[in-house]
């Protein structure tokens, strides 16, 4: 990959799947060796329908009271808001891709890349990785799962300081979990054995 040799490159393998919303995502796998290898889930990008949507409801709104006051402040003021509100939403809280970097004999690395092109990355060592599980939770008056990394308690080797979870803001459903965790039991098993 470095030279250029298209030869030299790793084959993506990609797949569609569905969020717990319904909306589509998909997954790519990328196997750098039989110890590395890299998930990413795109999410739905941005709706143009939607942010015009809330952008006209916020202005009518501001419209409408500029009508029964008069002050030319409360237009200046919407605008002033629906701008801020959406360089937040881009900046902080829309995700556009979710990346799981598991290599065996370093660590994990989750790398989120939001809509405003910030990066936000948090790696773990792998002597703290106790393990990678699907867990199941209940939300919203149904049972979902998500992928989470368990952390070694470092004063009991059998217990387990924090729970990681993993694609929170991409919310895949339980077959696009099971894929990734496959693999990734695959290196930590080649991990443990001697």
């Given at each position: ?97 979710e990346t799981l970097l598991v290599i065996g004999s370093l660590g994990v690395q989750m790398t989120s890349f939001y809509a405003s092109g910030k990066e936000s990355t ?9 393990d990678i599980v699907i867990n199941e939770a209940i939300y919203m008056q149904k049972v979902i799962y998500y992928l989470c990394i368990l952390l070694r308690d470092p ?40």
């Amino acid at each position: 990959m470095a030279n250029g040799d298209p030869a030299m490159e790793e084959p993506i393998e990609e797949a569609r799947f569905s969020d717990l919303c319904g909306a589509e995502i998909s997954l790519q796998r990328r196997s750098f060796s039989e110890s590395c290898r890299e998930f990413s889930i795109s999410c739905p990008k941005v709706s143009l329908w939607a942010i015009t949507v809330h952008t006209c409801g916020v202005w009518l709104i501001a419209y409408g009271l500029f009508t029964i006051t008069e002050n030319t402040m409360v237009l200046s003021s919407a605008i002033f808001v629906t701008i801020l509100g959406l360089l937040f939403y881009l900046h902080f809280v829309k995700i556009d891709q979710e990346t799981l970097l598991v290599i065996g004999s370093l660590g994990v690395q989750m790398t989120s890349f939001y809509a405003s092109g910030k990066e936000s990355t948090n790696f773990i060592e792998i002597g703290k990785v106790k393990d990678i599980v699907i867990n199941e939770a209940i939300y919203m008056q149904k049972v979902i799962y998500y992928l989470c990394i368990l952390l070694r308690d470092p004063l009991d080797p059998n217990g387990v300081s924090e729970v990681v979870p993993v694609f929170k803001c991409s919310k895949p459903r339980l077959d696009c979990l099971v894929e990734v965790y496959k693999s990734c039991q695959e290196i930590l098993g080649q991990e443990k054995t001697p």
